[in-house]
């Protein structure tokens, strides 16, 4: 672009970067990295412990451009089609004797999040940058299971708005056990932010009427409005250090080269992002003085790169996950250990709380969300009762005490809070981790059940106590 500093337009953003996250949330096992790999191509499972169990524990991410045929005769959903994020140039309609030219309608950054109980955590971190969601049910278990509620529970806390639900695994099941899963599904999700959506049968293991999952897509699911005119930010929700055992750093008269800074990868809120741009991590280093107080530096460095996959970038916007290449020392990036962060221009970051007082909602019991706006109980006690002749095994969740210990998610940031004070729906946590949070932003909470955390309610921040940064 002539001018770096002027707006991109959102056609040029968009074949380059994807501009908008969609979670893939369900059960464990239900194939929700499958319907990954079938969209885009790429599989999601990549660290070791995961192919050894085949089951997702970290967040994955994939990429794909959703393309719709611009020929009226060409019928659906066939005219709709899933392509890599690198596809560029003119694309033709593989329908025989159709003729006709794809158009770009989406370029999506799918997050595939872990399906497991104990992995609850790495679920709602991915939920921070979701724009929507699919919700995934096999075909061949009863619905709900007990993640299909916790997940559809824990989106809503989040204000997902936008939900597609798909039944995978049809291939496995009769036509009547199809029908009756059917059924279970659109009773399940009657009265949530899912109600409206048309249930989608495929198999993604046989890749049949993935095509028919793309048109909701792109029909279904509204481009969010986004904010390009603000201050950048981005949420942090992986990072790295991309340098290989060996590697050294090496001087010349052209100036350094060899090992890279760390990458911190994550989804823009809001701004445009550029390379060269000075920003600032918040909260950055934490750590404890002489006295044991907690004493906090935000992290300062230059966008050296951007990157979308392995596409390089001059600029990133709002939606779509983001690579985003520094100067900071490489090992402050590795192993996630910026996870949690925000990145964004100096001086326009949010403050650092080691208090927080939120107004809080609490489920009645573990699983679902009370209420008519949310996730029933009800029919996961109903589930219960249909197969156990009991529904008293779901364990209610109590009102908060002081000393409780919770978990709370803010935003992709995941830390131990301890209650020190509860008045009607209002209590106050003292942190065990600051976070960088605005006032107003929403928090989900949890409590340890039988070893591992468990999804309980949600809040919003009123207020905080900040901490001076160094």
Same mark, same amino acid.
């Given at each position: ?6 707006? =991109? ?30 969209? *885009? ?6 660290? /070791?412990?995961?192919? #050894? ?54 370029? !999506?950054?799918?997050? +595939?999040? =872990? ?32 993640? $299909?509620? #916790?997940?559809?529970?824990?989106? #809503? *806390?989040?204000?997902?708005?936008? &939900? ?10 009769? /036509? ?27 198999? %993604? ?16 699911? @509204? ?8 201050? @950048? ?20 008269? /052209? ?7 760390? !990458? %911190?990868?994550?989804?823009? *809120? ?16 934490? $750590? ?9 530096? @935000?992290?300062?460095?230059?966008? #050296? ?93 109590? /009102? ?19 209650? !020190?004070?509860?008045? +009607? ?13 605005? &006032? ?29 940064? +160094?």
């Amino acid at each position: 672009m002539a001018n770096t500093n002027s707006q =991109p337009t959102f056609a040029e953003a968009m074949e380059n970067q994807a501009t908008i996250n969609i979670g893939i949330i369900g059960h464990v096992a239900h194939g929700k990295s499958a319907l990954v790999r079938c969209l *885009t191509g790429i599989n999601t499972i990549r660290f /070791k412990q995961e192919r #050894e169990r085949n089951i997702t524990m970290k967040i994955g991410y994939a990429n794909a451009k959703l393309y719709k045929c611009n020929n009226a005769l060409c019928p659906r959903p066939k005219c709709f089609k899933a392509y890599s994020s690198h596809t560029t140039g003119t694309v033709i309609c593989d329908r025989p004797t159709c003729g006709g030219q794809m158009q770009l309608v989406r370029h !999506v950054s799918f997050v +595939d999040c =872990p399906g497991h109980d104990v992995l609850m955590q790495n679920m709602l971190n991915g939920a921070a940058v979701m724009d929507a969601a699919i919700l995934l049910v096999a075909a061949n278990e009863a619905c709900p299971q007990p993640q $299909t509620a #916790e997940n559809l529970a824990a989106v #809503e *806390t989040m204000n997902l708005q936008h &939900i597609v639900v798909v039944q995978n695994k049809c291939d496995l099941v009769s /036509k009547d056990q199809a029908t009756m899963s059917f059924n279970q599904i659109k009773q399940f999700t009657n009265g949530t932010s899912a109600q409206e959506s048309t249930v989608v049968p495929i198999s %993604a293991e046989m890749k049949v009427n993935v095509d028919a999952v793309v048109e909701q897509l792109c029909q279904q699911i @509204p481009m969010p409005v986004r904010d390009y005119a603000s201050d @950048p930010r981005m949420v942090v929700i992986r990072s790295f250090d991309i340098n290989r055992p060996g590697d050294t750093l090496k001087l010349s008269g /052209k100036g350094a080269s060899g090992l890279k800074g760390g !990458v %911190a990868g994550g989804s823009i *809120t809001r701004g445009v992002l550029r390379v060269n741009d000075v920003v600032e991590i918040r909260p950055g280093l934490v $750590t404890r003085d002489s006295n044991n107080h907690i004493r906090v530096r @935000p992290l300062r460095t230059r966008v #050296e790169s951007l990157g979308s996959e392995s596409t390089q970038l001059k600029f990133a916007v709002p939606g779509g996950l983001i690579g985003v290449g520094t100067l900071l020392d490489p090992f402050l990036c590795r192993q996630d250990k910026l996870v949690g962060n925000v990145l964004g221009k100096p001086d326009s970051m949010p403050k650092v709380f080691i208090e927080l007082t939120i107004h809080f909602t609490l489920l009645r019991r573990l699983l679902g969300i009370a209420g008519n706006d949310s996730v029933k109980e009800t029919q996961y006690e109903q589930y219960m009762q249909d197969n156990f002749g009991d529904s008293s095994r779901l364990t209610k969740v109590s /009102k908060f005490k002081k000393h409780d210990v919770l978990q709370i998610n803010v935003g992709a940031c995941t830390g131990l809070a301890t209650v !020190v004070g509860v008045k +009607d729906d209002l209590a106050k946590l003292k942190l065990e981790r600051p976070v960088c949070a605005d &006032i107003g932003e929403s928090i989900a909470l949890s409590r340890k059940f039988n070893g591992s955390f468990r999804l309980i309610g949600w809040a919003k921040i009123v207020k905080g106590k900040a901490l001076m940064l +160094d």
